[in-house]
């Protein structure tokens, strides 16, 4: 399923290629064979054709025991990549190019791209299965969650006999539950008979977005992910820097009129400074717009609601387009948050949290972000229930952290900031 899933995906960015480079030489030579006039166009178009099979294959491998879903980041990631590749290639062949032609080919397939995974998202499609485990809490996710068909669950100990399993059935297996021997031998010859055996965490993560803390066992399954992840470390921490400073004039002047906001509305300092939780557990001090009316005595950690009542009136519309968390790039470029990760908690709902959910510690294995896959998808945590469900986001980003969720995530982040809307 995922090599099919990969090559529609691939499939279909290469008509998308195709057609744009048609639309481009409209544009760029009001023909569509621009071939006629200037053989050299050959080359180039050669170039981008491999470009675009280069970032597919990249893409491909990073790609792999992640998300079956088409991404608007990895839309974006890809046309990057492509563009790169033909730059260089480019410089190093010194052969015939247009500038308005290639310009136009990416603003072309980059829509494109976007358009045809809107569509794929959007198809209602589903996937049956069958359920071995004893998870309830599991299956119920799974038969809320939209592509998901739950034909039934099975008692890993049973002793009763299963039919085989229909074309197109997927068999979910709970690896930690007891199998019975009946079960365990169900398993081995659906199995042998090729037909689509995967365990339930997989099949959760890729209908949830979100990680089965009861399928973890030691907490070496995210450890080892983020190893693998390593190489691409030094890029997310460059693509931070550089990313905070070319929107530097457009930020500085959105913070000024945000502080002066704040310094009117209330009394009390302009800037809230709290010591947060960072990247293997070490504190440092994050920074935003104060949004709450000044209480020095208030000490203790506590949660913060949509509609809470100790939000300064004016604030609410600062908070509602995120502008009080414009501090936090100061934090971006001294290396305590980046701009995609689980968010920093407090220190005393940190030490709390360690000991009363399992594998809690384990979001402090990368650098907490200013947005994150749990606040695009959950919102606020308002107690120890929303935390759990907040964990399952943060752990899931952990395991599948690659450009193209940080792109889907920023993305999705910069739409809420335009709209005032969405999950935080």
Known sequence: ????????????????????????SMISFDTLFPWQFEPQIWSLLMIMVAGLAGAEWVGSRLLMGGPLR????????VTLMVLGATALALIATRVYFSRSFIGWTMACFVLGAVIHRAWLRSRPWTEAMVLITGEQALVDDLRDAPHAEVLSVVDPATEDRLEPLEPGVVLGVDLKAALSGRMAQYVSSCTLAGLDVRPISQIYEAHTGRMPIVALAEGWELSTPVLRTAPYLPGKRLFDILAVLVTAPITLVMAGVTAAVTRLSSPGPVIFCQVRVGR???????????????????????????????????????????LDELPQLWNVLKGDLSLVGPRPEQVDFVERFDRTIPFYSQRHLVRPGCTGWAQVNHGYADGEAGTVDKLTYDLFYIRHMSPWLDLEILGRSFWTVLSGFGAR
């Open 280 to 322: 293997g557990g070490s504190h440092f001090t994050q920074y935003k717009f104060r949004s709450m009316w000044h209480e020095p005595d208030q000490q203790e950690a506590s949660f913060t609601s949509r509609d809470d009542v100790r939000v300064v009136p004016v604030a609410r519309t600062i908070r509602r387009f995120r």
């Open 70 to 77: 088409p991404g608007y980041g990895r839309a974006v990631a």
């Open 1 to 24: 399923m995922r090599l099919r899933f990969l090559r529609a995906q691939a499939f279909l960015d290469m008509v998308t290629l195709i057609v744009s480079m048609l639309v481009a």
